[in-house]
């Protein structure tokens, strides 16, 4: 492993250590040097945007909204930001998910896996008492609080509901494998079950760190993926 650090005018030597060395001994070998610099001098220029009354600026962004919806913009905001490698990707991408919206066979399949394999309508669960609990700390007053019980879906998270469907239009276009990341492994648990449900190579990656934290999604994972 070579560490190495610059900051400020101030350099930490680069030395390659061992794994196996303990953390004592690596720290020790790490030694600060002094080094000359000279940084760039950079002149920037702000020229800030007309300030509009609010209700032409409110119609400006409706103009723009429709104008520019389908290039993923909000008004001025929003785009798409990929490498340009990928930008072929994400048009076919983008392409098969309108289609999607509007093939009825595609649809009704979905409607069927959501309902028979996800567990879909999940119920609303009138939590009493808790309600109670805010409603007896404010003199009777308070909210009714229920809890949607996403829980309850396959691989126990709201994450199969959109990892499925992803994984159906992956079908559709023809693909044979889907990568994803996951951190605490729900949706890297609920992609691998599509996937197998689906017959599709699975890849998830997920940090060392949290492999050791989630591990009981992490192992999940493995059982779905293999």
């Not at 953390?23 to 945007?49: C, G, H, M, N």
């Not at 103009?63 to 990928?86: D, I």
């Not at 239009?169 to 691998?192: D, E, F, N, P, R």
């Amino acid at each position: 492993m070579m560490t190495t650090c610059k900051l400020q005018g101030i350099i930490v030597s680069s030395q390659f250590i061992d794994k196996k060395v303990p953390k004592e001994r690596a720290s020790a070998v790490v030694s600060k040097d002094k080094f000359k610099v000279k940084v760039p001098q950079l002149t920037t220029t702000y020229t800030p945007l007309p300030m509009l009354p609010l209700t032409e600026k409110a119609k400006e962004i409706i103009v723009e909204t429709e104008s520019t919806n389908s290039a993923g913009k909000f008004g001025r905001f929003g785009g798409k930001f990929v490498p340009e490698t990928l930008v072929m990707c994400m048009n076919q991408l983008e392409a098969e998910f309108i289609n999607a919206l509007s093939d009825q066979v595609f649809q009704a399949q979905l409607a069927t896996a959501l309902r028979d394999y996800v567990g879909r309508e999940t119920p609303l669960y009138y939590a009493q008492r808790l309600s109670e609990y805010y409603k007896n700390k404010n003199g009777g007053i308070g909210p009714d609080i229920y809890l949607k019980r996403e829980d309850l879906n396959h691989t126990g998270s709201h994450k199969m509901n959109n990892a499925l469907a992803q994984a159906m239009i992956a079908v559709h276009i023809g693909l044979k494998s889907v990568v994803t990341a996951t951190g605490s492994g729900q949706h890297g648990l609920a992609t691998a079950s599509a996937c197998a449900k689906l017959g599709l190579e699975c890849t998830v990656f997920m940090a060392a760190k949290d492999m050791d934290r989630q591990s009981s999604n992490f192992l999940k994972c493995i059982k779905n993926i293999t």
